[in-house]
């Protein structure tokens, strides 16, 4: 029996077309529908971000098949299906491809909670970098290079900026609270937010 229901407004955040119909090869519809809603409701779309974002897992996906396939375990062909369909009208980005919000924007809530990073106090002004503090009167621009491990901040001030600890200069970075749209080892684009604390 093929059974074709409409989700309800809200099924999901910014959802582009609630009206999308969703059609379905189940015996019981009721229970199916029910499947379908619990599944999109785990989901946020972030449209100025266009990432898709599991709730429950924190970070943005790049498939909805894939990702409840692996991630909810879910093998229920005809509700999977009926969730790609859901979200097939959305404008995705890939992860690696999200634009990451301006920093000092309050948290995502539906991203995995902010932790504790580092942000490049070194400056870029014409080819040259100069530390923040030298380089205030002149027109800079920051590194950017922000990361969650202080390992990873001290390498990348050595490598790219020649820095070296002095007792007057101790440190690089500024300390900051930070998110991203990967959990992916390596292929996070770390962003600072501001937090409550």
Request: aromatic letters at 8%.
């Amino acid at each position: 029996m093929e059974f074709v229901f409409r989700l309800s407004d809200n099924a999901s955040n910014d959802t582009p077309n609630p009206s999308t119909p969703i059609t379905l090869q189940e015996d019981d519809a009721s229970d199916a529908e029910r499947r379908v809603q619990e599944l999109v409701s785990q989901f946020v779309y972030l449209p100025d971000h266009k990432a898709l974002v599991c709730q429950e897992h924190g970070y943005a996906i790049d498939g909805v098949k894939g990702h409840l396939q692996r991630e909810h375990k879910n093998s229920e062909s005809d509700v999977v299906n009926a969730v790609v369909q859901h979200y097939s009208s959305y404008e995705i980005a890939r992860v690696d491809e999200i634009e990451p919000p301006e920093a000092g924007k309050t948290a995502i809530k539906c991203l995995r909670a902010p932790v504790r990073g580092f942000s490049c106090a070194y400056r870029i002004q014409q080819g040259r970098t100069d530390h923040s503090h030298d380089a205030e009167r002149h027109e800079t621009e920051p590194c950017g290079y922000i990361s969650a491990d202080r390992k990873n901040i001290g390498k990348h001030c050595r490598d790219s900026h020649r820095w070296r600890s002095t007792p007057a200069d101790r440190k690089c970075w500024t300390e900051v609270y930070v998110q991203a749209f990967s959990v992916v080892r390596g292929h996070q684009k770390w962003f600072v937010v501001k937090t409550t604390d």
